[in-house]
């Protein structure tokens, strides 16, 4: 069984890794010399719209996938006419515009904040007058991690907004009262078995994922299944194939859908120590044919990313169950270069550690 992954970052990475203990092949296709994948598996290296690497990628492949969703679009269905894609290129293209995914999901009954198109000054002005203040801009591609987007609380800041990201085809999102951020994984095979991962609280700092929390505290089964449900319909919707991940603002006990990412996710790389079955195993399970496996926890977990700076090693590792993943990355500011999960058996250890955790790695404080 081969698989072939457009991508060689962290992600591609772990899937490659997951994938070997299954007599699963993996081949990733990345721009860059040395991607974080090339040490677990075959690489070839071109462009995302280079036809001949791509066409080499597609001749050592049974599937495709890839480990992000800003693949070109035209990438994705120029594979699909050759060799199976996982996720299906429509999944990309509901994903990768944001006006495009939250009136999907509106279609869906997916309750959304409220949001209008911005193309120019004039559909800016009416879109605050519509939605009102405090608001959030955003481009409407290619924004992730905080970048492409701005808070919207007064009149100043709407025109340094303005200055800052017009020129762009943009969105206008109302500002969600949330009480926290929560985000699920769900996998779906090629036969339509679903399975799902228990809700995920996620801390950002400065736009970026600092910590998840899985399960979630206090997480009803209301929530959960109000999560399952509305993830189910975005699968049956796409005639979906592999990990999908939603993120959500949880608002007075309900869940109002932030974006979805249509791969596996930073927030759930607390699997691959913390359920019985990765995400990353699933995904590979799901895009070759596979039975899913149990999504089933083992525990009370945590996930902590490394961003920018070495971190200190020595100290991290004394801490109990400290379990270190480094990606191989140079570090530089605003960038994932690792991660660390902790899974332990009560929710009050847990919590134990994110204070101990709090010592070893102090955060610096939000700009």
């Known amino acids: 069984m081969k698989v072939g992954i457009l991508g060689g970052g962290q992600l591609g990475q772990m899937m490659a890794w997951a994938a070997h203990p299954l007599g699963i092949q993996t081949t990733v296709l990345d721009p860059a010399a040395n991607p974080c994948a090339a040490p677990l598996c075959e690489h070839i290296r071109g462009e995302f719209e280079d036809l001949q690497a791509l066409y080499a990628l597609s001749q050592v492949s049974d599937a495709i996938t890839y480990e992000f969703e800003n693949v070109p679009i035209e990438t994705a269905r120029w594979l699909a006419e050759r060799v199976a894609v996982y996720p299906p290129p429509r999944a990309l293209e509901v994903s990768q515009d944001r006006i495009v995914e939250k009136t999907f999901f509106q279609s869906l009954h997916i309750p959304t904040p409220p949001f209008a198109a911005v193309d120019t000054r004039a559909d800016f002005e009416a879109a605050i007058q519509r939605i009102g203040l405090p608001a959030v801009m955003k481009t409407r591609r290619f924004g992730y991690d905080g970048k492409g987007q701005a808070v919207i609380r007064t009149p100043a800041d709407a025109e340094a907004a303005w200055a800052s990201l017009n020129g762009r085809p943009l969105i206008l ?56 449900t509305y993830a189910h319909r975005v699968l049956e919707a796409l005639d979906y194939v592999g990990v999908l991940a939603i993120e959500w603002f949880d608002v007075g006990g309900h869940l109002i859908a932030n974006e979805m990412a249509p791969r596996v996710h930073n927030s759930g790389h607390w699997t691959i120590e913390g359920a019985v079955t990765s995400q990353f195993e699933n995904h590979m399970r799901a895009v070759m044919g596979l039975p899913l496996g149990a999504t089933d926890l083992l525990g009370h ?67």
């Open 173 to 228: 999102e109302g500002f969600v009262p949330f009480v926290r951020e929560l985000s699920i994984l769900a996998v779906r095979s090629q036969t339509g078995e679903s399975k799902f991962y228990p809700l995920v609280e996620n801390e950002h700092r400065d736009g970026m994922l600092h910590k998840s929390l899985a399960p979630a505290p206090n997480l009803t089964h209301e929530l959960q299944n109000e999560a399952e």
């Open 301 to 367: 977990s945590v996930m902590f990313n490394l961003i920018g700076d070495h971190p200190p090693f020595a100290d991290i590792l004394k801490m109990h169950r400290a379990k270190l993943h480094w990606y191989g990355k140079e570090p530089r500011p605003r960038r994932k270069i690792g991660h660390v999960t902790f899974t332990i058996d009560t929710a009050e250890e847990r919590e134990a550690i994110v204070r101990e955790w709090d010592q070893v790695l102090p955060l610096p404080p939000s700009k």
